[in-house]
């Protein structure tokens, strides 16, 4: 597996909390990206990040932010958490630049959200 | 705007059987597909491309710019192959954003 963790691993929290779930890469990795992954509609983009501090939304972003201070953390905050919310979200690296993973994204093995 | 169309959420075949996962897309330039799997509690990984024109366990996928498919194909079926599977189209004018099919579960019956 490529170097990425996710943290927390599951989360259990009530509507209306903050909740930061963080992605980490040891592979000096220019792009990430957090998804989410339900049943029925497969794995949506939420925001990506093309380097430090640079991010744009992706098809779901309402309700969630997200920001990169340096190259191997790519933080996503729920700033109030709602049910809808309740998925799981993955963590995905890619450099398109690279010669041996043209355009491959690695994903991470995703953190269980609930929220009550 | 881009697309991928997953028709079927659940497919079940039996040891040995062909399978095929449908998929089909919509995009205005040239695509690239890639077809990801997601073993039960592992994440998900690249299985392949179609510019590479692999074969990967066995599976292999050939693009068809005319039916703007790219189906999935294995000629017998094994155990290990029950999963789920994503079809996926990445968005070559931005950030190389991968936009996703719903996924079809694949289960292979002894």
């Not at chain 2, 597909?33 to 510019?51: A, G, K, T």
């Not at chain 2, 996928?61 to 996926?88: I, V, W």
Request: glycine share 8%; charged share 20%.
């Amino acid at each position: 597996d490529a170097g990425i963790t996710q943290s927390p691993r599951h989360k259990v929290t009530e509507t209306g909390t903050p909740v930061t779930l963080r992605c980490h890469q040891t592979e000096n990795h220019r792009y990430m990206y957090w998804y989410r992954q339900d049943p029925g509609h497969g794995l949506r983009l939420i925001h990506y990040s093309y380097g430090v501090k640079d991010t744009d939304k992706g098809e779901v972003s309402d309700g969630y932010s997200v920001s990169r201070s340096k190259t191997e953390d790519f933080l996503l905050t729920l700033e109030s958490a709602t049910s809808s919310q309740t998925s799981v979200y993955f963590c995905a690296i890619s450099d398109p630049s690279g010669v041996s993973s043209y355009n491959e994204q690695f994903f991470g093995p995703g953190t269980r959200l609930t929220v009550l | 705007a881009q697309r991928v169309t997953q028709p079927e959420k659940l497919l079940s075949v039996f040891k040995g059987a062909p399978v095929e996962l449908k998929c089909n897309y919509s995009y205005s330039g040239s695509p690239e597909l890639f077809w990801y799997v997601q073993y039960s509690r592992q994440r998900l990984q690249l299985l392949l491309r179609h510019i590479s024109r692999e074969s990967i366990k066995g599976f292999t996928a050939d693009l068809n710019k005319g039916e703007t498919s790219f189906h999935l194909k294995k000629p017998f079926a094994q155990e290990e192959d029950s999963a789920m599977y994503y079809c996926a189209l990445i968005d070559q004018t931005g950030a190389n954003n991968l936009f996703f099919g719903t996924g079809t579960r694949l289960t292979v019956i002894p």
